[in-house]
T-cell receptor, first 111, second 114 residues
């Protein structure tokens, strides 16, 4: 069974801190790994990673994939209260038109 | 540009009543369509997906069914709701082949079964 596991499930930090969110996976036929941010209702796309060791970066957010150890991390530096959200990790399966999601990490940034 | 609409946004239903959630996509043709459920404090569980009209793949055995009567319309139904059907239901679409790897989500429908 394809499985995606995120940790921690919940994280509370102060504004300005740096956070690292983890995502590990066990899937039959890996195609891609994606990160989404869910603030209120609809998750919005952050990154897609397909190659190991290549960092994707967007402002204060960055992510990297390790296909040998089967995990990815999402880093957020200089956190702001607007970063508070649920962060979802998902894995695309080769040959299947679907994404398998992890449980999500609920991140709370306190001022 | 593409848009996805999902309704109703909120629904409170008694146990044993029927359910119909609708989702439509505009601005694209032949999308892949998905229904996910998000229980409180959990990630997204894939319920159904469809790669074309009348083609439905079910991911988990359950009390729900899905239909795709038109290219850009996806409907989630139940004949008799259970308490365990409560949750946040998200419809999503992607381009065929998931080449971009990206799913685009609707705003969700929050279902409470009492």
């Amino acid at each position: 069974e394809d499985k995606v596991v995120q940790s921690p499930l919940s994280l509370v930090v102060h504004e300005g801190d740096t956070v690292t969110l983890n995502c590990s996976y066990e899937v039959t036929n890996f195609r891609s790994l994606l990160w989404y941010k869910q603030e209120k209702k609809a998750p919005t796309f952050l990154f897609m990673l397909t190659s190991s060791g290549i960092e994707k970066k967007s402002g204060r957010l960055s992510s990297i994939l390790d296909k040998k150890e089967l995990f990815s991390i999402l880093n957020i530096t200089a956190t702001q209260t607007g970063d508070s959200a649920i962060y979802l990790c998902a894995v695309g399966i080769q040959g299947a038109q679907k994404l398998v999601f992890g449980q999500g990490t609920r991140l709370t940034i306190n001022p | 540009s593409q848009t996805i609409h999902q309704w109703p946004a909120t629904l409170v239903q008694p146990v044993g009543s029927p359910l119909s959630l609708e989702c439509t996509v505009e601005g694209t043709s032949n999308p892949n369509l998905y229904w996910y459920r998000q229980a409180a404090g959990r990630g997204l569980q894939l319920l159904f997906y469809s790669v074309g009209i009348g083609q439905i793949s079910s991911e988990v055995p359950q009390n729900l069914s899905a239909s795709r009567p038109q290219d850009r319309q996806f409907i989630l139904s139940s004949k008799k709701l259970l308490l365990s059907d409560s949750g946040f239901y998200l419809c999503a679409w992607s381009a065929v082949g998931l080449n971009t790897g990206e799913l685009f989500f609707g705003e969700g429908s929050r279902l409470t079964v009492l």
